[in-house]
């Protein structure tokens, strides 16, 4: 078979989502149930491009849809997926974290703060079918320094977006939550009550960025049951992938990868023991996809049910990018949650979402996709 994962990572804007309608989804299973090769993916991803088009000019409305947060790292991958998909997306994001290179030239741009006042023209202009909001104070560590900045940003920017949907007649708002840092138990040191965790697992966020996130889960109920505004909540585990930031603190495959592919000597806090729920990108991207078409109000988690500790991954990548690095184990950060890993079996069972690029397939992906940044390519 011929391995075109090249050319979809180099292409500026190309489709590194796996898209809903899936004509056989068994035949591109493991024994985990999740896509197990890397070299299945590109015919795979031609053929759903060329049906998710086809469907999506044909049967379905053409869609307005503001993305916030279409500069970084998972809402810009939305914004290519909705533009394929035939819809019209403006993007507001005011570059604090986000980068140009990332802006798909076909979606109108505004450098703009979620908090600025002016957020009501873009509305206005607009006139917008959904908000896909993804903008956010997204570091765990920063919201615990600061976190009067942190809601200022996730609970006093949201709330802008919020009322501005109310005045422009938005008919859908979907939002980026969080599954990784929702989910614990202080007595039990952040821990989960039971693993995977599903959506009825009990919140009790440990950090002002998980309560931000549970809190405009609260401002969007609200928002529906009293001004009629419906919502989707997407309760992300660990999602990775190319244009993952490697800079900030989070993100440990980007880190682990760009560290490796430059020689570098990246460090394993602890015993490396701790386990996250890593989904990819592209799966991630294919459930703002498919929330597109759900009409009712609901909470989601997008995770894929496997926990995987940091020493196989620093090892799986150190392969992948022929590092001669061994395992550095510095001290634990302190409170750091030990297990982390969610239940997505409600979107299964509503929306048919389940992950469809195993882990194996997506590190390489985002290898490669480090390695071409560093070729300057
Ligand atoms: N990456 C993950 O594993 C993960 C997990 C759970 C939830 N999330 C959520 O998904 C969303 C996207 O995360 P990401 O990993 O792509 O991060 P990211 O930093 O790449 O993207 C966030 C974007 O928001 C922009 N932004 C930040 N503050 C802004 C402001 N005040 N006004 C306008 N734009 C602003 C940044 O410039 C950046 O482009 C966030 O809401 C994050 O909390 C991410």
Redo the contacts with the bound molecule.
């Keep these: 078979m011929c391995d075109m994962s090249n050319s979809l990572l180099t292409a500026q804007h190309s489709l590194l989502v796996v898209y809903p309608a899936i004509p056989n989804p068994e035949c591109f299973r493991d024994g985990t149930g999740l896509l197990a090769h890397i070299s299945d993916l590109p015919k795979y991803f031609i053929n759903l491009t060329i049906s998710v088009n086809r469907y999506s000019f044909n049967e379905r409305k053409k869609l307005k849809i503001l993305v ?2 279409g ?5 810009s991958h939305i914004t290519d997926a909705y533009i394929n998909a035939g819809h019209s997306v403006v993007i ?7 980068v140009q290179a990332n802006i798909n030239p076909k979606a109108k741009f505004y450098q ?4 600025d006042a002016a957020v009501k023209d873009i509305f206005e202009r607009g006139k917008f079918d959904v908000v896909n909001h ?5 570091d765990v560590r920063k919201s615990v320094d600061d976190p009067m900045f942190d809601a200022s ?1 996730n609970i006093i ?1 949201v709330l802008n977006l919020l009322e501005n949907c109310k005045a422009s007649g938005v008919m859908k708002f979907i939002f ?3 599954g ?1 840092a929702i989910y614990g138990e202080p007595r039990l040191r952040g821990e989960q009550d039971y693993f995977p965790a599903d959506e009825n697992h009990p919140v009790r966020p440990l950090s002002p960025y998980g309560i931000t ?1 549970l809190a405009t889960e609260k401002y969007l109920f609200y928002y529906e049951q009293i001004f009629n505004l419906p919502y989707i909540v997407l309760r ?1 585990a ?2 990775y992938g190319p244009r ?2 490697p800079h900030g603190e ?2 440990v495959v980007a880190i682990f990868a760009k560290k490796m592919l430059e020689g570098g000597q990246p460090h394993i806090n602890g015993d490396g023991k701790q386990t996250r729920d890593y989904v990819f990108v592209g799966d991630v991207v294919r459930a703002n996809l498919l929330a597109l078409d759900y009409n009712k109000s609901e909470i989601f988690n997008i995770g894929t049910g496997i926990e995987t500790d940091v020493n196989i991954l620093f090892n799986r990548i150190k392969i992948l990018t022929k590092s001669a690095c061994d395992e550095l184990h510095l001290p634990p950060k302190k409170g750091e949650q030990l297990r982390s890993v969610l239940d997505a079996s409600k979107i299964k069972k509503v929306l048919g979402w389940t992950p469809q690029v195993a882990l194996d397939g997506g590190l390489k992906l985002t290898v490669e996709f480090f390695k071409n940044k560093i070729n300057g390519k």
Excluded: C, E, P, W
């Excluded at 500069?71 to 809402?75: D, E, K, Q, R, T």
């Excluded at 703009?112 to 908090?115: S, Y």
């Excluded at 993804?134 to 997204?138: C, P, T």
């Design positions: 916030t947060g500069a970084g790292f998972i809402g507001i994001d005011d570059l604090s974290m986000g703009i703060d979620i908090r993804h903008a956010a104070q997204v940003v920017g980026a939550s969080t990784g996130k992300y660990n999602v993952q930031n989070a993100g």
